[in-house]
């Protein structure tokens, strides 16, 4: 069969337009699609949402854990610093930052190339994008990619300022919590408790529970507080102040007044009265079904006038002590456990707020806020063992008193003072002998001490607030076995308040804080514009660069001009080397197979030329070159 040359040859030129054909579609995927909805930067915006994120999170925890208690924030089981949250978000907002950084410089970077620019320039952006000192030190050539890659160690100026706005301080805070108190003391009045009678029937002594009343009264009580009250109150949290009330023995009064002007200066007689102070027993009879207390005292207020005269007031207070049940209002101060408790752990169970000036009369049954609930009515009789009469003679032992003024040759005076409570209202005077002076002022109102009237009554409450702890003698035991023992414990909620460690969250340095992370975004927006201009996907991977400098390597895929992930399929597991060229009469080192390769050699004890000092750029597009050949020759 003949062939005809002409149309072989027409098949052949056929075949050959067609393999060309099928070689220019290979070589233009993927199309090259530009736009801003094709190339919308996904992963640059998520690093902003993620910015966004961090910051308001670092915002949020500064805002709520301002004025927090440093032992219960974020809760009280699992308190957490608010730094180390604030160190977590400043981080996830690094983080964001940094893929915001790195997209943005390479779509900055390609454009670059896209529009065209010296290898120089090339070089000068890349070393910028990957070194951030070298943007630093980049003098007249700092540009936008310079700009954004400072930003990413601007974060350090972020997260510093963050971390300066959390400060603690030490507080007192009032009523910042409850507490639990679990105490020992008794609320009721038992008869036939305190006094012993003697053999006229008058109580002559008290029994051992009365007389650790008087001794806790004369060793525990100060200033109306009780020292040593953690014996019998647990629940208040160390180094804090719990308030509240308590329901315990106590005392109601009844009381009323008269005052008359005196001058002893002028109507001078013997045993001249000054001070005095005394109880008796009021026993229950027909007509009244409960024994009571009846408290007597008088005193003088005078001063020294002229002509030995002695002008002044004679005060006489007369009162009945019912025993009750009161509510104390209750201040608890727990010490801190590294010192030591029985000294700094006190219990206030008054409240001195009300101004009571010297002669006030009494009109309420109690005062400094204690209220009476009810009466504890004891029908004890004279002759027998009584709670009543234990507590009068308890009082009496404490309390009595009496101070008088007694002629003595000619116009001078002598002072006669009994009992303790009355040396402290009748001091002499060093300018004035006691022989010459008639005048004892007990007004003592201007230097706080008050009327004696007022005072008494407190250390009367004092004695019942220290009866209601000791009486049952349950301080003798320990609290872990008080229980078995037959001790009943009382609870009641108390507010906590004291000295605390608050977190303080200072605004200047969370507002500059803010202002720099919002900074480091605007100097970033600039190397988004024109995202829309590129047509594929593209990072500075230092493969791809190789890929689109047309690497040998790299080019011999047949998906060359593809995405690189497809390309690395295919010449992926290609084993490579840097060094000399087997063969090569040159002494340039090349980056080839592994079979082609040998390791380079010193030359007269210098390194071969090219293998010199290889910065972050020269490192990584020196390889794109060398795998590329040369730019200017071996492609």
Same mark, same amino acid.
């Given at each position: 069969?003949?062939?005809?040359?002409?149309?072989?040859?027409?098949?052949?030129?056929?075949?050959?337009?067609?393999?060309?054909?099928?070689?220019?579609?290979?070589?233009?995927?993927?199309?090259?699609?530009?736009?801003?909805?094709?190339?919308?930067?996904?992963?640059?915006?998520?690093?902003?949402?993620? #910015?966004?994120?961090?910051?308001?999170?670092?915002? #949020? @925890?500064?805002?709520?854990?301002?004025?927090?208690?440093?032992?219960?924030?974020?809760?009280?089981?699992?308190?957490?610093?608010?730094?180390?949250?604030?160190?977590?978000?400043?981080?996830?907002?690094?983080?964001?930052?940094?893929?915001? &950084?790195?997209?943005?410089?390479?779509?900055?970077?390609?454009?670059?190339?896209?529009?065209?620019?010296?290898?120089?320039?090339?070089?000068?952006? !890349?070393?910028?994008?990957?070194?951030?000192?070298?943007?630093?030190?980049?003098?007249?050539?700092?540009?936008?990619?310079?700009?954004?890659?400072? $930003?990413?160690?601007?974060?350090?100026?972020?997260?510093?300022?963050?971390?300066?706005?959390?400060?603690?301080?030490?507080?007192?805070?009032?009523?910042?919590q409850k507490a639990n108190i679990q105490a020992w003391f008794t609320?009721?009045?038992?008869?036939?408790?305190?006094? @012993?009678?003697?053999?006229?029937?008058?109580?002559?002594?008290?029994?051992?529970? $009365?007389?650790?009343?008087?001794?806790?009264?004369?060793?525990? &009580?100060?200033?109306?507080?009780?020292?040593?009250?953690?014996?019998?109150?647990?629940?208040?949290?160390?180094?804090?102040?719990?308030?509240?009330?308590?329901?315990?023995?106590?005392?109601?009064?009844?009381?009323? $007044?008269?005052?008359?002007?005196?001058?002893?200066? @002028?109507?001078?007689?013997?045993?001249?009265?000054?001070?005095?102070?005394?109880?008796? #027993?009021?026993?229950?009879?027909?007509?009244?079904?409960?024994a009571s207390i009846n408290l007597n005292m008088s005193y003088i207020?005078?001063?020294?006038?002229?002509?030995?005269?002695?002008?002044?007031?004679?005060?006489?207070?007369?009162?009945? @002590?019912?025993?009750?049940?009161?509510?104390?209002?209750?201040?608890?101060?727990?010490?801190?456990?590294?010192?030591?408790?029985?000294?700094?752990?006190?219990?206030?169970?008054?409240?001195?707020?009300?101004? !009571?000036?010297?002669?006030?009369?009494?009109?309420?049954?109690?005062?400094?806020?204690?209220?009476?609930?009810?009466?504890?009515?004891?029908?004890?009789?004279?002759?027998?063992?009584?709670?009543?009469?234990?507590?009068?003679?308890?009082?009496?032992?404490?309390?009595?008193?009496?101070?008088?003024?007694?002629?003595?040759?000619?116009?001078?005076?002598?002072?006669?003072?009994?009992?303790?409570?009355?040396?402290?209202?009748?001091?002499?005077?060093?300018?004035?002998?006691?022989?010459?002076?008639?005048? !004892?002022?007990?007004?003592?109102?201007?230097t706080g001490l008050g009327d004696p009237f007022i005072a008494l009554?407190?250390?009367?409450?004092?004695?019942?607030? &220290?009866?209601?702890?000791?009486?049952?003698?349950?301080?003798?035991?320990?609290?872990?076995?008080?229980?078995?023992?037959?001790?009943?414990?009382?609870?009641?909620?108390?507010?906590?308040?004291?000295?605390?460690?608050?977190?303080?969250?200072?605004?200047?340095?969370?507002?500059?804080? &803010?202002?720099?992370?919002?900074?480091?975004?605007?100097?970033?927006?600039?190397?988004?514009?024109? !995202?829309?201009?590129?047509? %594929?996907?593209?990072?500075?991977?230092?493969?791809?660069?190789?890929?689109?400098?047309?690497?040998?390597?790299?080019?011999?895929?047949?998906?060359?001009?593809?995405?690189?992930?497809?390309?690395?399929?295919?010449?992926?597991?290609?084993?490579?080397?840097?060094?000399?060229?087997?063969?090569?009469?040159?002494?340039?080192?090349?980056?080839?197979?592994?079979?082609?390769? $040998?390791?380079?050699?010193?030359?007269?004890?210098?390194?071969?030329?090219?293998?010199?000092?290889?910065?972050?750029?020269?490192?990584?597009?020196?390889? %794109?070159?060398?795998?590329?050949?040369?730019?200017?020759?071996?492609?």
């Open positions: 069969m003949d062939v005809d040359p002409k149309k072989v040859a027409q098949e052949n030129e056929e075949e050959k337009a067609g393999e060309e054909t099928t070689t220019l579609l290979r070589l233009s995927e993927p199309t090259w699609v530009p736009g801003p909805w094709n190339r919308f930067p996904t992963l640059g915006i998520v690093g902003f949402v993620v #910015v966004f994120i961090g910051t308001v999170a670092a915002l #949020v @925890i500064l805002v709520l854990s301002d004025e927090q208690r440093v032992t219960e924030w974020p809760t009280r089981s699992r308190p957490v610093t608010p730094n180390v949250l604030v160190n977590l978000a400043t981080h996830f907002s690094s983080f964001g930052l940094a893929t915001a &950084i790195a997209q943005g410089v390479a779509i900055s970077w390609w454009r670059k190339v896209l529009h065209g620019g010296t290898l120089r320039g090339l070089h000068d952006d !890349y070393r910028f994008a990957t070194d951030p000192t070298a943007a630093l030190t980049a003098g007249r050539r700092f540009n936008l990619i310079a700009l954004a890659a400072v $930003m990413t160690k601007f974060g350090v100026v972020d997260s510093t300022l963050f971390q300066k706005s959390i400060t603690t301080e030490l507080t007192y805070v009032e009523n910042f609320n009721k009045w038992a008869q036939g408790q305190g006094g @012993i009678p003697g053999s006229d029937g008058d109580i002559e002594t008290v029994d051992q529970r $009365m007389a650790d009343i008087v001794t806790a009264f004369n060793t525990r &009580i100060a200033n109306e507080k009780c020292h040593d009250a953690q014996i019998l109150f647990n629940g208040c949290p160390p180094s804090q102040s719990c308030s509240g009330t308590l329901d315990a023995l106590g005392f109601a009064f009844a009381c009323s $007044m008269s005052i008359e002007q005196i001058d002893y200066g @002028i109507s001078r007689q013997s045993k001249s009265l000054l001070y005095s102070l005394a109880f008796d #027993v009021d026993w229950s009879n027909e007509s009244k079904r409960y207020n005078s001063e020294n006038g002229a002509n030995k005269s002695c002008p002044g007031t004679l005060t006489k207070r007369t009162c009945k @002590i019912r025993p009750s049940v009161v509510r104390y209002p209750l201040l608890i101060q727990a010490a801190d456990k590294s010192h030591s408790i029985n000294i700094t752990h006190l219990t206030h169970f008054l409240s001195q707020t009300e101004d !009571y000036h010297f002669n006030a009369e009494l009109t309420t049954e109690q005062l400094d806020g204690i209220k009476v609930l009810n009466y504890t009515d004891l029908p004890e009789k004279f002759g027998e063992k009584s709670t009543v009469g234990g507590i009068t003679f308890a009082l009496n032992s404490l309390f009595k008193a009496k101070a008088a003024l007694d002629i003595i040759e000619g116009d001078n005076w002598d002072l006669e003072v009994e009992g303790p409570h009355a040396v402290a209202l009748f001091p002499a005077e060093n300018t004035t002998e006691i022989s010459s002076a008639c005048g !004892y002022k007990l007004d003592r109102t201007a009554l407190r250390n009367i409450n004092s004695f019942g607030f &220290i009866s209601a702890l000791y009486v049952s003698e349950a301080f003798l035991t320990p609290p872990e076995t008080r229980e078995a023992a037959g001790f009943k414990s009382y609870n009641f909620t108390a507010d906590v308040s004291g000295y605390v460690q608050l977190y303080n969250t200072q605004y200047g340095f969370l507002v500059a804080a &803010i202002a720099a992370t919002f900074f480091s975004v605007v100097c970033l927006l600039p190397v988004y514009w024109g !995202y829309w201009q590129l047509g %594929r996907r593209l990072t500075l991977d230092p493969f791809e660069i190789a890929q689109a400098l047309r690497a040998p390597l790299l080019a011999e895929a047949t998906m060359g001009n593809g995405y690189l992930e497809e390309t690395l399929d295919q010449v992926g597991d290609c084993r490579i080397r840097y060094g000399r060229l087997v063969g090569d009469n040159d002494i340039y080192l090349r980056i080839a197979e592994s079979d082609r390769v $040998m390791m380079p050699q010193s030359v007269d004890g210098k390194a071969e030329a090219g293998s010199g000092e290889v910065t972050t750029f020269a490192g990584e597009l020196a390889i %794109r070159t060398a795998i590329a050949g040369t730019v200017a020759g071996q492609s």
